[in-house]
């Protein structure tokens, strides 16, 4: 199997987007958990805006798929770490 050519920005740029998509979906998540209405929509606009990135980038080129998982991955491993920090702070 041949794989198709991958531009190392555009893939660079699917990790970050669907990084920070999958930051901003644990915040929207969280938001709605605690019943904040004008936090989870404004997460959830945000959560769509940074999704059209990785989307529109590796329908081109399936590959790019990989990237969307490793981003997705990062983002959402980080989020639940600083949302953790977070409330470590709070509790003292």
């Known amino acids: 199997m041949v ?8 893939a ?6 669907t990084a ?9 998540t969280a938001n709605v958990a605690a019943r904040r209405r004008f936090a989870a929509a404004s997460w959830s606009s945000a ?8 989307v529109i980038s ?8 990989l990237f969307a998982a490793i981003g997705s991955w990062v983002g959402g491993f980080l ?9 470590d702070r709070r509790a003292e």
């Open 47 to 54: 959560w769509y805006l940074l999704s059209a990135f990785a």
């Open 3 to 10: 794989l198709p050519s991958i531009d190392p920005l555009v």
């Open 58 to 65: 590796y329908t081109s080129n399936w590959v790019y798929v």
């Open 20 to 28: 920070a998509t999958d930051a901003v979906y644990v915040m929207f």
């Open 79 to 87: 989020s639940i770490t600083l949302l953790g920090q977070a409330a």
């Open 12 to 17: 660079a740029g699917v990790i970050l987007s």
